[in-house]
T-cell receptor
């Protein structure tokens, strides 16, 4: 079945540091890939997505590239801010008989000033 | 604000009781999905409705049921509650019946505590 593996945190960085959160997946067919972010006490917000191989999703300085050959979708940001502190979830949707999202376990990011 | 609303925000109840969680999708969205978020299981898909019809079931217990009404709002009913049902329950909506590329927009969640 489908699965998502992402690096487990917590990850603690200083402001303006470079961020990478690794995400790899196993899926049938050609899934769409997503990064969602959950701020404390809130629901999940879509951060970015990519729907086919070699697509790059980007939003608010975050980027991730859909790499089919390595089944990966790593999240990166060149310079993090304190306001980026949140839990980040990698997810996939492979369609088929249902269109559920399969999530990784989430990575807690804390950015210190 | 995603446009998806969920009520109530918090729910505290006792074992053996029954509760109903409510979700209103974004305007124009026909699909509603329910997910459960717990510390040990993470985010798990429960069930998907499209335009009033059940489309897919995930790891949903028999004690749980859901429905989507003609006005497209959805309710998740949890009965014979156990301590282990304590979790955050999210509703999400999307435009179509399901395309893998569809974005699912999440509500703020209902935090259920079973004592």
């Amino acid at each position: 079945g489908d699965s998502v593996t992402q690096m487990e945190g917590p990850v603690t960085l200083s402001e303006e540091a470079f961020l990478t959160i690794n995400c790899t997946y196993t899926a049938t067919g050609y899934p769409s890939l997503f990064w969602y972010v959950q701020y404390p006490g809130e629901g999940l917000q879509l951060l970015l997505k990519a729907t086919k191989a070699d697509d790059k999703g980007s939003n608010k300085g975050f980027e991730a590239t859909y790499r089919k050959e390595t089944t990966s979708f790593h999240l990166e940001k060149g310079s993090v801010q304190v306001s980026d502190s949140a839990v980040y979830f990698c997810a996939l949707n492979s369609g088929g008989s249902n269109y559920k999202l399969t999530f990784g376990k989430g990575t807690l990011l804390t950015v210190n000033p | 604000d995603s446009g998806v609303t969920q009520t109530p925000k918090h729910l505290i109840t006792a074992t053996g009781q029954r509760v109903t969680l409510r979700c209103s999708p974004r305007s124009g969205d026909l699909s509603v999905y329910w997910y459960q978020q717990s510390l040990d299981q993470g985010l798990q898909f429960l069930i998907h409705y499209y335009n009033g019809e059940e489309r897919a079931k995930g790891n949903i217990l028999e004690r749980f049921s859901a429905q989507q009404f003609p006005d497209l709002h959805s309710e998740l009913n949890l009965s014979s509650l156990e301590l282990g049902d304590s979790a955050l329950y999210f509703c999400a909506s999307s435009v179509t019946a399901g395309a893998s590329s569809d974005t699912q927009y999440f509500g703020p969640g209902t935090r259920l505590t079973v004592l």
